[in-house]
């Protein structure tokens, strides 16, 4: 408790504080990056399945849609896969520079990060709401940029701050150490928690996603940005008193 209490005094990111996080799901961090991994789910489900097969957090997933557009199958699209790869590494690019700046300033990295995430999900949301937006169309361009955008900068801001198998918006790697590391395997089973809660966290913030969706393509955005607020609202002054 000492050593957090001196992180948070000094503002400078405890390596002590990210082993905690990476050990329970109880630590303040951890369950902040849940959340975000739920918005995840928010976020791709809307660009997914409302901008046109397209995702603005699941590079890995984008890139693989792309060369199958590129190739004419599946009437997959070109253009927004695109769009959204560009924003993305735009938005790591300035969640790069804000983390090689204060990154070692925790709290105000945390805080200037989900501010960045908090309105420019919330800027699509209104356009969601307000435009009539739609799949291979500017609107819809415009919506996906902005939501790669942000998740650029989060996982620029989630990548330095490096907690295990929370990284908010790949699982590919949480999947295989839960396999690989489990008493099935004849590992420990360390990490299982964590790693289930993150799937699980993902997983649900799709099922959220997809049903808001068939209300409204605002909807499920006004979601995300609302739960990227409170993590902020709630996780910041946390981390501050390092509890």
């Known amino acids: 408790m000492s050593e957090m209490t001196t992180s948070a005094q000094s503002g400078t990111l405890d390596p002590e504080w990210v082993k905690g996080a990476a050990r329970s799901i109880q630590h303040p961090l951890a369950r902040a990056l849940l959340v975000l991994t739920f918005t995840t789910g928010l976020v791709d489900a809307v660009s997914y399945l409302g901008l046109g097969r397209v995702f603005t957090a699941n590079m890995t997933g984008n890139i693989v849609l792309l060369g199958f557009g590129i190739a004419g199958s599946g009437g997959l699209p070109v253009v927004a896969p695109l769009v959204s790869l560009g924003s993305f590494l735009v938005g790591a690019g300035v969640g790069g520079v804000l983390a090689n700046r204060i990154g070692e300033l925790h709290p105000q990295h945390i805080a200037r990060a989900l501010a960045i995430e908090v309105s420019l999900i919330g800027v699509a949301a209104v356009l969601a709401a307000a435009l009539d937006v739609r799949p291979d169309a500017v609107s819809g361009d ?65 099922l959220a996603g997809a049903l808001l969706l068939k209300t409204s393509l605002a909807l499920p955005l006004v979601a995300a940005a609302g739960l990227a607020l409170v993590t902020w609202l709630v996780y910041v002054p946390a981390a501050r008193r390092g509890t």
């Open 142 to 206: 415009i919506v996906i940029a902005l939501l790669a955008f942000a998740m650029g900068v989060r996982n620029a801001t989630v990548r330095r701050i490096g907690v295990p198998d929370l990284t908010t918006t790949v699982l590919t790697m949480t999947l295989t150490g839960l396999a690989a590391d489990s008493r099935a395997a004849a590992g420990s089973g360390k990490g299982s928690a964590r790693r289930v809660a993150a799937v699980l966290a993902m997983l649900t913030g799709a």
